[in-house]
């Protein structure tokens, strides 16, 4: 008879190997997913999908969900859902435009093209994104109406709003300065985004060793040396790779020439540049890095995470649970707005269908991330991968020629999934449902 008591060595090595070093199973199973994804696209596209344009491209079609998806996380650990942040979106948008397009030159009296224009219409549009999320948050914490029923409400008050401010038409051409935050409109160029990735590699192998003194510091086990030399190697690798191919995308001659003709120069023969990397990748990698320190290293960030894993315990120790939901909310509008910026500007103007559908992307984004449906669990990093997988598969499919009804039943069934995986990975390893 076979004796099954005793593990196999195997499994036992592999699973003391992932412990030693630390390893997210769940953020690797993730990252493999969206290999394998781009491995199949670039087969089934003949080369097409992993070119630098489409790489470009797909930057900056996620960015705006992206944004969105970090706020998520937040509303999504505190046991919330908000389902008005396309409509949100749509509504801040269309403040901007017409900010920039009638108030500021018709009624106070700016010139086209005043440097300011773009500055005011930026800061009305957070405004309004951070007053109405702080009203859904109030209705949610202070009056207790679900916020499934607010925010559900607010997708329909909020996208007809839009419509009525705009009259049902769309506003543009917006001001050319507010474009750079589009994509093509606003990049860095090769040298800059040398220099921005060379600082974000830094930066993160500083944050890993960093994080490997405070552990040996206070007597925590920490991982091999040459296990912190091969990570931080990967993501050197993998920041300056992703640096690397943005630069190979090179501006197109004819849009080239445009731009030496506008300040009246000659362009020189066979003359070639980078769009190198957006800005609007720039902005998101800020809100990033702003909204991971909000949660593990300030006093916000613990409520939050507190509240989200036992709201009963959370109130009793002392945290003010009611005015943490405005603050929640106040901070997903406010993302909604600085999306409705790029989702705009890389438009060139603000459409009556500008982020229909957003909210089941954003939310989609979380869930695939890792963020659990119950609370108390979540990571903006893992948010962002969700909606870099999001659109890479939409992207694909449409490159591969998926009709868009298709593409929405291919979806719906990968979130469904995500969830069921998320569901048994979570049993299997004793957390939080």
Request: proline share 4%.
């Amino acid at each position: 008879m076979t004796d099954t008591s005793h593990p196999v060595p195997g499994a036992a090595k592999r699973r003391s190997l992932l412990d030693t070093l630390e390893i997210d199973t769940r953020l690797l199973g993730m990252i493999g997913a969206f290999l394998v994804l781009c491995i199949v696209f670039n087969v089934f596209t003949d080369g097409r999908f992993l070119t630098p344009r489409n790489v470009f491209n797909l930057t900056i079609q996620t960015v705006s969900v992206a944004i969105m998806a970090t706020g998520m996380v937040f509303i999504i650990v505190t046991r919330h859902i908000d389902l008005s942040v396309g409509a949100l979106l749509a509504t801040c948008s269309a403040v901007m435009a017409m900010m920039q397009t009638a108030i500021l030159p018709d009624v106070i009296g700016l010139p086209l093209g005043h440097p300011m224009i773009w500055v005011l219409a930026a800061i009305t549009g957070m405004l309004t994104g951070t007053l109405i999320g702080a009203f859904h948050g109030w209705l949610v914490g202070y009056l207790s109406i679900p916020a499934f029923i607010v925010t559900l409400g607010g997708l329909l008050v909020w996208r007809n709003v839009a419509w009525y401010l705009t009259n049902g038409q769309t506003i543009g051409p917006l001001d050319p300065t507010f474009l750079i935050f589009g994509g093509t409109n606003g990049t860095l160029g090769e040298t800059w985004s040398w220099i921005v990735g060379a600082i974000a590699a830094a930066a993160a192998v500083a944050i890993l060793f960093q994080s490997r003194r405070k552990k040996s510091a206070h007597g925590f086990p920490v991982k091999p040396m040459w296990a912190e030399v091969t990570i931080s190697g990967i993501v050197v690798a993998a920041i300056m790779g992703f640096v690397a191919t943005l630069n190979a995308y090179e501006i197109p001659s004819r849009r080239l020439e445009r731009m030496f003709e506008d300040r009246g120069e000659i362009m020189p023969e066979g003359f070639t540049a980078s769009y190198g990397m957006p800005i609007s990748v720039l902005l998101l990698i800020i809100v990033a890095i702003g909204m991971t320190v909000i949660a593990q290293r300030t006093r916000l960030g613990r409520y939050i995470f507190a509240t989200g894993g036992n709201p009963d315990a959370a109130e009793l120790s002392g945290i003010n649970t009611r005015m943490l939901t405005v603050k929640v909310f106040a901070l997903m509008g406010a993302l909604c707005a600085l999306s409705a910026i790029v989702a705009s500007a890389r438009l060139s103007n603000h459409s009556n269908d500008i982020g229909t559908l957003d909210e089941l992307r954003v939310i989609a984004a979380a869930v695939i991330g890792g963020t659990a449906l119950a609370g108390g669990l979540g990571t903006i990093y893992g948010a962002i991968l969700g909606a870099l997988i999001m659109q890479s598969l939409q992207s694909g499919m449409a490159m591969v020629g998926v009709d868009a009804p298709l593409q929405n039943i291919v979806v719906g069934a990968v979130l469904v999934a995500a969830v069921l995986i998320d569901i048994i990975y979570r049993k299997r390893t004793g957390a939080k449902i």
